[in-house]
């Protein structure tokens, strides 16, 4: 039997939840990563996939399902093609933007998204920036998902994406400054949807996490480069596994990203 250790995670917005990687990595570059770095990488990815104000990966899930159902305020029609639709939402400082195409059961796109969709392709885009004392951030993410199955009762998603992560900080309760830059390629592998709950019942994301670390202490200069890959499993009770490297074992709960991690 597995048991799980609450991991603090202070954190007010998904920027200051990737930032804190940066702060257990070893002085050396491509040192060898410590339990602590592990514990800060999986507390960054908790709080990219899910957060309390409905962002992150989940929230964008829900609303790229919300948007092939219910459609959008803004198209761009086609008479060709049927149209797309054009969502763009703010939430806690981030833009989130999504260009649908929808199509019905016979696979004939239509002229706008709604009851009718069976399958959609979605554009998707996240950016923006957070300016707070001793912390300065800006995230730009793009990717491509595939959704189905949505006469079905079960949506399934699949696609991938990528995400890019700059970051300048003062380093709390330690003399020092440091610059991070964090990138991850996600691969979206057939994310099961229940259209009633909206709860992901099953499926996966793959992250390939790469990220370099500049900055400057007392001492003199302190860089780091790491790579770690990140699994993330849906278990389908409103949480999910996360397991970096293969070896080290979370459990994220997906209504606000709190994390635990394996002992």
């Known amino acids: ?11 007010a917005s998904l920027f200051l939840g990737l930032a804190i990687t940066a702060t257990g990595c070893a002085s050396q570059e491509s040192a ?13 990815v908790g709080s990219l996939v ?12 829900e609303d790229a399902l919300v948007v092939a159902l219910e459609g959008s305020s803004e198209s761009d029609d086609d008479s060709a093609e049927g149209s797309i639709e054009v969502e763009v939402i703010v939430r806690a400082g981030l833009i989130y933007e999504y260009d649908l195409s929808c199509f019905d059961l ?7 998204c709604g009851a009718e969709t069976d399958t959609a392709e979605v554009a998707l885009s996240w950016s923006g920036e957070i300016v707070a004392p001793r912390y300065e951030a800006s995230i730009d993410r793009v990717g491509e998902w595939q959704l189905s199955g949505l006469q079905s009762g079960t949506a399934v998603f699949s696609g991938t994406g990528s ?12 003399d020092v400054s440091r610059d991070l830059a964090l990138s991850y390629d996600a691969s979206y592998q057939d994310i099961a949807i229940d259209m009633e709950t909206r709860r992901a019942l099953s499926g996966s994301i793959v992250y390939q996490i790469s990220g370099e670390r500049s900055g400057e202490r007392p001492q003199g200069n302190l860089a780091a480069n790491f ?5 993330l499993s849906f278990l389908g009770d409103g949480t999910a596994s996360l397991l970096l490297d293969g070896s ?4 994220i709960d997906l209504s606000s990203g709190a994390l635990s991690a394996a002992n």
């Open 248 to 251: 080290h074992a979370y459990s």
């Open 227 to 231: 790579s770690v890959r990140a699994e």
């Open 1 to 11: 039997m597995k048991t799980f250790r609450t991991l603090s995670t202070p954190f």
């Open 106 to 112: 016979a696979g004939a796109p239509l002229a706008d």
């Open 32 to 44: 060898e990563m410590s339990a602590e770095d592990y514990d800060d990488v999986a507390m960054g």
């Open 163 to 174: 995400f890019e992560v700059s970051s300048s900080f003062q380093a709390l309760g330690r």
């Open 50 to 61: 899910a957060t309390s104000s409905g962002g992150g990966e989940t929230g964008s899930l």
